[in-house]
Every structure is written in C-alpha cells, then in structure tokens.
C-alpha cells in the first residue's frame, strides 16, 4: 500500500522560502513518479510540479519555474519541494501525491490513490 505524508507548511512573508516535504512509503521512486498540486478553497487543484525518476524528468507549472525545486531522495523516503521567493498567490494547500501523470509537459490527477493530506503554505506580511 502506497501513503504519503506532507509537511513543512507555515506561514512566510512575500519573498520568504519553504521547504515541503513528502515522505513516502510502500514504494521507490524508481516505481513512482510524486507529484505536487495546490489548492485555494474554491478553485480546481493545480499541479505545481512532478518527479519522475524512471522517465528522468521533472515538471514545473509556469506559477513555478525558476522559483520552486523539485527534487527526491530514496535513501530517506522524501521528495522535497523547495519554494523561494514566495508569493501570496502562493498561498494553498499543497498536496504530494504518487502515482499520477507526470511528464515535461505537466502533471495531472489520475488516481484517488497516493494523496496526503495536505499541508497549509500561506504567504503574507
């Protein structure tokens, strides 16, 4: 069975940094790709980024690139999302999730399967 577990969410001031945190179990990321979506109560879920190891890509929505890093680590089970220069449109909670659709040109929710349950990221002075 595949479970994830975010955390590292808080609060930050515009152009602080966070670094989220996904730990997982049940699988490698040779067996997975991760993902990470967003969300603001009343909007669709976005997704921000993936990481596919057995494809070698990773993925970062345009609201991303050049600010947030993507980045894993089987050795201790995480897949790091790095965020700087942050935004109050940034503001959501972010989700990890395994096992969806990740390639260069985006990631989208395939399973219901492999969610966490969130972590708050709210960016505000």
């Known amino acids: 069975q595949i479970q994830v577990v975010e955390s590292g969410g808080g609060l930050v001031q515009p152009g602080g940094s966070l670094r989220l945190s996904c730990s997982y179990s049940?699988?490698?990321?040779?067996?997975?790709?991760i993902s990470w979506f967003r969300q603001v109560p009343g909007k669709e879920r976005e997704g921000v980024s993936c990481?596919?190891?057995?494809?070698?890509?990773?993925y970062y929505a345009d609201s991303a690139k050049g600010r947030f890093t993507i980045s894993g680590d089987d050795a201790k089970n995480t897949v790091y999302l790095q965020m700087n220069s942050l935004k109050p449109e940034d503001t959501a909670i972010y989700y990890c999730?395994?096992?969806?659709?990740?390639?260069?040109?985006?990631?989208?929710?395939?399973?219901?399967?492999?969610w966490g349950q969130g972590t708050q990221v709210t960016v505000s002075s």
């Open positions: 999730a395994a096992d969806q659709y990740c390639s260069a040109a985006g990631t989208f929710e395939i399973s219901e399967n492999g």
């Open positions: 049940g699988f490698t990321l040779a067996d997975y790709d």
């Open positions: 990481i596919s190891v057995s494809d070698g890509i990773t």
